[in-house]
């Protein structure tokens, strides 16, 4: 399969404890995007990179969430200390930077948080 | 800030009718919109994708028109089978180059067989 994947595809955590997502991009899909996604609703942009520079950041990612591209290549995404409403589907997404598919985002098939 | 607005918010059709979803935005100060399918607890499905510069795409049974200036788009789906039930979201990437895609809340849609 040479599409986005994502692992775990479900995590179930206690309040407080730490998860760390892992998102693979498409091979030689320099961008990389990370959304979010609570019931019901649409997905809301978090983080974007560029190889391994975080070039954009939503005001949604707090100072408890933090995202590395390390190579530019996979890139995690780790909550500290979580929330009950945390809980929600995280969305990975990748795109090259030219050439077919520039303009696209292909995304993941997402990893489900439950925080109890 | 871009709002997307998708209605109706949930479709039910039998099979075999012709069916249109919305989405509209705020700003027409856009790049693209893209319309994509969610199945239940899964990821999403780029189904469509229509350059600021362009008045529609079509793939198959679906055709996805855009009038930047009224800030609409519409997903056309012709002949809908059971296989089409699903959540139909679209998204538009801003025009300022920014990366990030503003999401509708999407439509479920139901194909009665």
């Known amino acids: 399969d040479t599409g986005v994947s994502q692992n775990p595809r479900h995590k179930i955590t206690k309040r407080g404890q730490n998860v760390t997502f892992r998102c693979d991009p498409i091979s030689e899909h320099n961008r990389l995007y990370w959304y979010r996604q609570t019931l019901g609703q649409g997905p809301e942009f978090l983080t974007y990179?560029?190889?391994?520079?975080?070039?954009?950041k939503s005001r949604l990612l707090s100072d408890r969430f933090s995202a590395e591209r390390p190579k530019g290549s996979f890139s995690t995404l780790e909550i500290q200390r979580t929330e009950q409403g945390d809980s929600a589907m995280y969305l990975c997404?990748?795109?090259?930077?030219?050439?077919?598919?520039?303009?696209?985002?292909?995304f993941g098939p997402g990893t489900r948080l439950t925080v109890l | 800030k871009q709002e997307v607005t998708q209605i109706p918010a949930a479709l039910s059709v039998p099979e075999g009718e012709n069916l249109v979803l919305n989405c509209s935005f705020t700003d027409s100060a856009i790049y693209n919109l893209q319309w994509f399918r969610q199945d239940p607890g899964k990821g999403l499905t780029s189904l469509l994708l229509i350059q600021s510069s362009q008045r529609e795409q079509t793939s198959g049974r679906l055709n996805a028109s855009l009038d930047k200036s009224s800030g609409r788009s519409t997903l056309y789906i012709a002949a809908s089978q059971p296989g089409d039930s699903a959540t139909y979201l679209c998204?538009?990437?801003?025009?300022?180059?920014?990366?990030?895609?503003?999401f509708g809340t999407g439509t479920r849609l139901t194909v009665i067989p």
């Open positions: 990179f560029q190889n391994e520079a975080q070039l954009e």
């Open positions: 997404a990748s795109s090259p930077r030219t050439g077919w598919g520039s303009n696209e985002q292909f």
């Open positions: 998204a538009v990437r801003p025009g300022t180059g920014a990366n990030n895609l503003f």
